[in-house]
C-alpha cells in the first residue's frame, strides 16, 4: 500500500471521527435543551432550539479562534503549513479539547502545542500526556507552571518558593536564612491539582506531611510548558 493511500484513509477516518464528535455535540445540545424547558416556561422546541444555537455559535467560534492563533503562530516560524504530522490517536482529543476551550489563554496553549507539535524544527512532540495534562488545567494552574518554569531549570533543584505565586517565584536557597511563608488557599488548590497530574512535585517529609511553602519542579512539567509556550528555537 503506497504512503498516499495510507494518508487518505487516516485522513478518511479524521473526518470520520471529528463528524461523530460534531453529531454528539449536537445531540447533548437537544438533551440539555429539553432539560432547560423544565425550568423555562416556553414551548419544548423553542427552548431547545436556543440552547443547540447558541452551543454550535460558541463551539464555532471558538473552531475559528483557534485556527486564527495557529495560523498566526505557524507564520512566526516563517511558514504557511505544518511540516509534520501527528497520529490521529492525537490529534483528535487534541483538536476537541482547543475547540471546546473557553479561556482564552488556555486556547493558546492548545495553539501552542498544535504548532509546535507539528513543525519539524521544534524538536517538540505532542506527546499524549501533554493533552491529557492540558485538559486538566486552569488558568491559573497555566499561570503558576509558566512562572515556575521560567526560572532556569537547574537552578530551581533544590525546590520554588511559593508565597508570592501565581506573580513571582524563586528558587529556594539551599540553607534558607529565614522561613518561607506558604500561599494562599487557592494557590494550594492549585500546587495540589499540579502535584497530583505530575507537573510539580511536593518535597517528602516524614509522614508525608505536605509542606506548601515550596515545591519541587518535573522533568515532565518543564517539558509541558515547553511545548506550550512560544517560539522554540
Known amino acids: 500500500m503506497s504512503d498516499e493511500t495510507e494518508a487518505i484513509k487516516e485522513v478518511a477516518k479524521a473526518t470520520q471521527e471529528v463528524a461523530k464528535v460534531a453529531s454528539n455535540v449536537i445531540d447533548t445540545g437537544r438533551e440539555m435543551g429539553s432539560f432547560a424547558s423544565r425550568y423555562i416556561s416556553g414551548p419544548l422546541e423553542q427552548v431547545s432550539g436556543i440552547v443547540v444555537d447558541k452551543l454550535r455559535y460558541i463551539r464555532w467560534e471558538r473552531q475559528q479562534r483557534l485556527i486564527r492563533r495557529a495560523e498566526e503562530y505557524t507564520r512566526e516560524y516563517g511558514l504557511s503549513a505544518p511540516n509534520k504530522q501527528i497520529p490521529v490517536k492525537n490529534i483528535l482529543p487534541l483538536l476537541e479539547y482547543a475547540t471546546l476551550e ?98 510539580l512535585m511536593f518535597t517528602p517529609t516524614f509522614g508525608g506531611v505536605q509542606i506548601f511553602s515550596e515545591i519541587n519542579p518535573t522533568f515532565i512539567g518543564k517539558e509541558f510548558v515547553v511545548a506550550c509556550s512560544v517560539k522554540q528555537n
Not at 505532542?126 to 499561570?143: D, H, K
Request: net charge negative; charged share 25%.
Open 102 to 199: 473557553e479561556d482564552d489563554t488556555l486556547q493558546d496553549m492548545w495553539a501552542r502545542l498544535l504548532v509546535n507539535g507539528t513543525i519539524e524544527s521544534t524538536g517538540v512532540n505532542i506527546e499524549r500526556s501533554f493533552i491529557e495534562i492540558l485538559a486538566q488545567l486552569s488558568p491559573l494552574e497555566a499561570q503558576i507552571l509558566q512562572v515556575i518554569y521560567s526560572l532556569p531549570f537547574e537552578s530551581i533543584k533544590h525546590g520554588v518558593v511559593t508565597e508570592n505565586l501565581p506573580f513571582s517565584a524563586k528558587a529556594v536557597e539551599e540553607k534558607p536564612e529565614t522561613k518561607y511563608g506558604e500561599p494562599s488557599k487557592e494557590i494550594k488548590l492549585a500546587l495540589a491539582n499540579l502535584a497530583r497530574i505530575g507537573c
